[in-house]
């Protein structure tokens, strides 16, 4: 049973610049969640995709956006970089609704300069 | 009232002490807090999670406490070892709508061998 995997796992990226993180979820798990997380901070929620629709947002504008494609693997995308988007960017996926624990994988570190 | 507070910031404890760390929430909706462990460039890992309907659960030499009324929950490390020095996250999620995490924001443990 493969975890979920993340790629790439460092990227480096200027001000203004549009990027793509992706993520394949662990064998059997249909919902993937995006974290943000920044350096000494807990992970916060971007959004959650649950069989390819978009299945509730946090507090993030709308530059980022996702996509959940029918093998449950998913993307993020950031455009317009700024400073702040610097952070770890982790995945997580978990088995359809409810409780199922999240399963993370080790992120991709973005650094925008 | 979407706030895990999370405490201490950081803790050292001697190798075979106890490692206690504490977590307080506001929405009573909350019903699942799980306790996820990170080390350096990794993700979050679960390491133990509980539901309001019970006041303890023990998984090896880890346990979480859970006051209900106080709406705080607390995770004990037993005999803790130099391998467990990690960032520590509570977390709290309500089975309802986008079962999105809310983390506290972390404790950074270190047990001197």
């Known amino acids: 049973e493969t975890g979920v995997t993340q790629s790439p796992t460092h990227l480096i990226k200027t001000r203004g610049q549009q990027v793509t993180l992706r993520c394949s979820s662990q064998s059997g798990h249909n919902t993937v969640s995006w974290y943000q997380q920044a350096l000494g901070q807990g992970p916060q929620f971007i959004f959650q995709y649950y069989r390819e629709e978009e299945n509730g947002r946090g507090n993030f504008p709308p530059r980022f956006s996702g996509l959940q494609f029918p093998n449950y693997s998913s993307e993020l995308n950031v455009n317009a970089l700024e400073l702040d988007d610097s952070a770890l960017y982790l995945c997580?996926?978990?088995?359809?609704?409810?409780?199922?624990?999240?399963?993370f994988g080790n992120g991709t570190r973005l650094t925008v300069t | 009232q979407q706030q895990v507070k999370q405490s201490p910031q950081s803790l050292i404890v001697q190798k075979g002490g106890i490692s206690i760390i504490n977590c307080a929430y506001e929405?009573?909706?909350?019903?699942?807090f799980p306790w996820y462990q990170q080390f350096p460039g990794k993700g979050p890992a679960l390491l133990i999670a509980i539901r309001p309907d019970v006041s303890e659960k023990k998984e090896g030499r880890f346990t979480i406490s859970f006051n209900k009324s106080a709406k705080q929950f607390s995770l004990h490390i037993m005999d803790s070892q130099p391998g467990d020095s990690a960032t520590y996250f509570c977390?709290?999620?309500?089975?309802?709508?986008?079962?999105?995490?809310?983390f506290g924001t972390g404790t950074r443990l270190k047990v001197l061998a």
């Open positions: 929405n009573t909706a909350f019903d699942y």
């Open positions: 997580a996926s978990s088995l359809g609704q409810g409780d199922s624990p999240l399963h």
């Open positions: 977390a709290a999620s309500m089975a309802s709508g986008t079962y999105k995490y809310i």
